[in-house]
């Protein structure tokens, strides 16, 4: 995370993963974040941060909304296995498991109420072979991660 200040700080985001701007922020992340903006504020200066990521767009509304009310909202709309399908029903399907991992591994989502996992994680762990759809591939990972 780069940052310039003088009466503004700027600081411009470009996510924390393996891949340049390949990243979704976390809740824990964004808390991170805040914290480390908020002497810029205290000293009353113009505080600008861009995102310039893939996912800019989502981390800069739900760190908008955090700054504002005080609580994120969710990455997904949905909780436990359907907010994995959420993410992994973007893609086209026949698809390995090694290319859900390089195309959406770096996503989150709520495996929980509160609690995020990238998606990575979860697919890591599923057998290595072609998904011929959806709904194949939620079973795998409902198969070893038991989330409901």
Request: glycine share 6%.
């Amino acid at each position: 995370m780069s940052a310039y200040a003088s009466e503004i700080a700027y600081f411009r985001l470009h996510g924390l993963g393996k891949q340049m701007y390949y990243y979704q922020y976390s809740d824990a992340e964004l808390e991170r974040l805040k914290k480390r903006i908020a002497p810029y504020e205290k000293q009353s200066k113009n505080v600008y941060v861009l995102f310039n990521n893939l996912s800019m767009f989502g981390d800069g509304i739900r760190f908008m909304e955090y700054l504002s009310k005080g609580v994120f909202p969710r990455i997904t709309v949905s909780i436990g296995l359907s907010s994995i399908k959420e993410v992994v029903e973007r893609t086209r399907y026949p698809i390995s498991k090694g290319m859900l991992i390089k195309r959406l591994g770096w996503r989150l989502v709520e495996v929980e109420h509160g609690k995020q996992i990238r998606l990575e994680t979860l697919l890591s762990s599923v057998p290595s072979k072609t998904y011929e759809n959806v709904e194949k591939l939620i079973d795998d990972v409902n198969v070893i991660w038991k989330i409901e």
